[in-house]
């Protein structure tokens, strides 16, 4: 008896064992049933973008799906993207392409189902780019750099059909045509150098954004800035000496400049010991003295003077002089 037992033990201690050894999934070679219902969102779709949705197989071993792609009905699907959710967003696309979709379903085992109906789109062109925003400008006239540029930047757009951007200039007039005539440029940076310049003229521009399908955003506003001439240092210079050991700093003002800084130092090119700022006039000639409460000079000394010259209030320097040399009596 106890015999009979021992062999009904082991029987069942063997079963158990062959059963925990197995993988009950591992003969798993069904395929999930084919997504259904696949269609597009109208309201969801449009300016470059298709967005898909289906309805999930009944199957709940599913991992991912698998969205496949066909251009123009070349009867060729190419995989776009595997992903685990029922709806996809297919971007970038091309207005003069129907695109036709199908989608399958993958079970753990990697094992894919059928394909999906199919639905086709040529994704529409709904609204115009916005503007863009920011604009700013910075013009230059620096011949020691051999550098006489306008320079723009602006924030870029963040529409997903977005093409390029078109720059247009006015010159000496802000009230110019936005037409083939003045565009001077068509880039896809969110800057641009215009070296088309020269100095002592005023320049204009507005840009505009155009996206894949064409369409264009309205204009910015115009902005404008001029390339300063170089300021002419009067006196002193030379090497000569100064009338003064608090000299008077005279040079041509230039026009469109807004403001000036006045640069005191020890050598041509290092050891400041003063600056200043001061607003541009309407006069011919600039003029401002080196103040008694500033770092004394001394007697019989070389010094270097030089200025640079703004356009704007705030900007960065438009144009500046070398340094020139004099001496204190």
Not at 73 to 96: H, M, P, Q, R
Not at 221 to 244: K, M, Q, R, W, Y
Request: hydrophobic letters at 35%; one cysteine or more; charged letters at 20%.
């Amino acid at each position: 008896m106890i015999k009979r037992y021992l062999a009904i033990l082991l029987a069942i201690s063997l079963g158990l064992f062959m059963w925990a050894c197995s993988d009950p999934e591992e003969d798993d070679v069904t395929a999930p049933a084919a997504p259904t219902n696949l269609s597009y969102d109208i309201n969801e779709s449009g300016d470059g973008q298709i967005y898909l949705t289906w309805v999930a197989p009944d199957d709940n071993d599913v991992a991912t799906y698998s969205i496949y792609r066909d251009a123009n009905s070349s009867g060729s699907f190419s995989l776009v993207n595997t992903i685990s959710e029922t709806f996809y967003l297919d971007s970038d696309l091309d207005y003069s392409i129907t695109y036709t979709y199908k989608v399958t379903a993958t079970d753990n085992d990697d094992n894919e189902s059928a394909y999906s109906n199919s639905v086709s789109l040529a994704p529409s062109n709904r609204f115009s780019p916005d503007t863009p925003d920011g604009l700013a400008i910075k013009a230059h006239n620096i011949p020691a750099e051999y550098r006489t540029d306008v320079e723009l930047t602006w924030l870029a757009n963040t529409e997903n059909d977005f093409a390029s951007y078109k720059i247009y200039r006015g010159v000496d007039e802000p009230f110019f045509e936005v037409n083939d005539h003045t565009l001077v440029a068509t880039v896809t940076d969110v800057f641009y150098y215009d070296e088309n310049v020269g100095a002592d003229t005023t320049y204009y521009y507005v840009v505009i954004a155009v996206d894949l399908g064409g369409k264009t955003s309205d204009p910015t506003l115009v902005v404008f800035d001029t390339p300063l001439l170089e300021p002419t240092l009067i006196s002193p210079i030379g090497n000569n000496p100064a009338a003064s050991i608090n000299p008077t700093f005279r040079w041509l003002n230039v026009n469109a400049a807004v403001k000036y800084k006045i640069i005191v130092r020890t050598t041509a090119v290092t050891g400041d010991i003063w600056e200043i700022e001061i607003p541009a006039s309407s006069e011919l000639e600039m003029t401002t003295t080196y103040p008694t409460t500033a770092t004394p000079l001394s007697t019989n000394t070389q010094y270097f003077w030089f200025i640079s010259a703004y356009s704007q209030q705030t900007g960065e320097i438009n144009s500046y002089t070398a340094a020139d040399a004099f001496r204190t009596p």
